[in-house]
């Protein structure tokens, strides 16, 4: 083996240890707890980051969102942009030589984010609520309505309005919900004492 | 054969031809599809999160009714596929979720839903269309009902992310190198293309909250469609229909960096192959029109 030289020996950073403190390593604990997945076993390969599709537009990349979790960055990783943009097609998940499950790290990380309120994107959050009602409403989805009401609640009035007027011209929308809204709206009634 | 169909919301509407022509197939080669009565959305992806029961509530009901027509539940869109099936496995796997699931549905007591003897314990097999024509029909008893061969059509098979992903939980084919599509194509006399991004995500629901980024996923894979001179793509996945269809019209009117390549659902083209009248085959709901491609190649 080649000797290092002076000057290798004194910047190497490899061996030293990583203290953490107290509640950094309370996060990453809860990170592996509640999503069952083994964050800690992640050696930075960065696979998940070469193969996601929608990593050009995240802050923090998925592979760093890995590394920030072990490092106990509760706050950078739950007020990122990145846990948001997931779409969980799961190609990470498909990938990962480690057998981690980024995707469902990224499912409990927007739980987290959720909790301390810290959701950096209202877009989604706001999505997938008028996604709920929709269903509760009609037990379908009714695309009218939903995009409407996303629209509304999200602030942006006029988008996908272009979408509308072509898609009813198609034949692709519904002019009517579906009437199977009563079944539904019983489980959600159940539900709201006790949602978990 | 007898199967219990669970359409969901996207075949009741903006992808009415792939259920239309999923029936029309299905009673070609034998299959009788039983529709589910009063079915609801399966939640999409909302079940995937970590929740103990609100997530799973919404499948086990569709297996459960399924359950009362057939072993054997058959869906058609990839986010419904993935949803139920893996839904499914919590519930086989997961004793204690599933007894808090079962408790909590007879407690609410739903009249005609749910009553004190509700029980489902995951003996329903969640199948795929294409499942069902490879391990039950077979690819050859496919072919012999083609009248109308596509020979010559140069065709991409599409996968995206959900038919596949995760394999563990999936598993209907291989996660990188997926065949089952091509073999299909091959009986209908296809010329398959060997697509790159066959596996790649289309941007998904961000086509609601974050167009743009949506957008770059669905020209990446249009464009190498396009380059490898693909003249038709199909897909299983509603969704992906709809992002592929939707930034394919807006990059045909912008710029001239693609040809058309028009998004086909896989039973569509299956139904051509096989003789459907036009009016079976829904080509007047896409934005981009598949029938001068069609008329072009002498089908």
Redesign the interface.
């Known amino acids: 083996m080649k000797q290092a030289t002076e000057r290798e020996q004194l910047t190497r950073t490899d061996e030293l240890p990583i203290v953490l403190t107290e509640e950094a390593r309370k996060f990453t604990e809860e990170v592996i707890r ?2 069952g997945e083994r964050v800690d076993w992640c050696y930075q390969c960065g696979k998940c980051t070469a193969g996601c ?2 990593a ?2 995240m802050d923090i990349e998925p592979s760093r969102i890995m590394r920030l979790v072990q490092l106990g960055q509760g706050e950078r990783v739950l007020k990122s942009k990145a846990i948001w ?1 997931c ?5 990470c ?2 990938r990962c030589p480690q057998e981690i ?1 980024p ?2 790290v990224m ?2 990380l ?2 987290m984010a959720l909790e301390k309120e810290f959701a950096a ?1 209202k ?2 959050v ?3 609520r008028s ?2 009602d929709n ?1 509760q409403r009609y ?3 009714f ?1 009218p309505t939903l ?1 409407l009401q ?1 629209n509304l609640r ?1 602030g942006h009035l006029l ?2 309005a272009d ?1 509308g007027p ?2 009813l011209f ?5 002019l009517r919900p ?1 009437r ?1 809204g009563a ?2 709206r ?2 959600f009634d ?2 709201g004492g ?3 | 054969m007898r199967l219990a169909y669970y359409p969901g919301c996207t075949l009741a509407s903006k992808a009415k031809a792939f259920d239309q022509t999923a029936r029309w197939v299905a009673q070609k080669l034998d299959i009788e599809l039983v529709e589910l009565p009063e079915w609801q959305c399966c939640g999409g992806l909302v079940p995937q999160v970590t929740d103990a029961v609100m997530g799973l509530l919404a499948p086990i009901r569709i297996l459960a009714d399924a359950q009362t027509i057939s072993d054997k539940l058959m869906t058609l869109c990839s986010f419904c596929y993935n949803t139920l099936k893996r839904a499914n496995l919590v519930i086989q796997q997961d004793a204690e979720r599933r007894q808090k699931v079962v408790d909590f549905l007879r407690e609410t007591r739903a009249p005609k839903v749910f009553d004190e003897n509700f029980q489902y314990d995951g003996s329903v097999s969640v199948v795929h269309l294409l499942e069902v024509l490879r391990d039950d029909i077979g690819f050859d008893n496919v072919r012999q009902k083609v009248v109308r061969p596509l020979t010559g059509v140069r065709v991409a098979p599409y996968y995206g992310c959900l038919l596949l992903r995760p394999p563990k939980e999936i598993g209907l084919d291989d996660p990188e190198e997926p065949t089952v599509m091509e073999q299909l194509l091959e009986a209908l006399g296809c010329e398959v293309v060997d697509f790159p991004r066959k596996v790649e995500c289309c941007g998904s629901f961000m086509i609601v909250n974050r167009p743009e980024i949506a957008a770059q996923c669905s020209a990446t894979i249009l464009k190498s469609a396009s380059q490898i001179g693909a003249q038709l793509l199909v897909t299983t996945c509603p969704l992906c229909q709809f992002n592929l269809d939707w930034q394919q019209m807006r990059m045909l009117e912008s710029n001239g960096e693609i040809t058309p390549v028009p998004v086909l659902y896989f039973t569509q083209l299956m139904a051509l192959a096989m003789g459907a009248e036009p009016f079976v085959l829904g080509f007047e709901h896409h934005l981009v029109d598949p029938r001068p491609a069609v008329m072009e190649l002498g089908l």
């Not at chain 1, 779409?87 to 190609?91: E, F, K, R």
């Not at chain 1, 198609?170 to 519904?174: Q, T, V």
């Open positions: 509640r999503s599709p929608v050009f537009a943009l779409v969980g097609c799961q190609t998940t498909t499950d995707a469902k499912d409990t927007r739980e994107d877009e989604v706001t999505f997938f996604f709920l269903i037990g379908r989805v695309e995009v996303y999200s988008q996908d979408k072509l898609m198609k034949g692709k929308l519904p579906s199977n079944i539904v019983k489980i159940a539900l006790r949602r978990q």
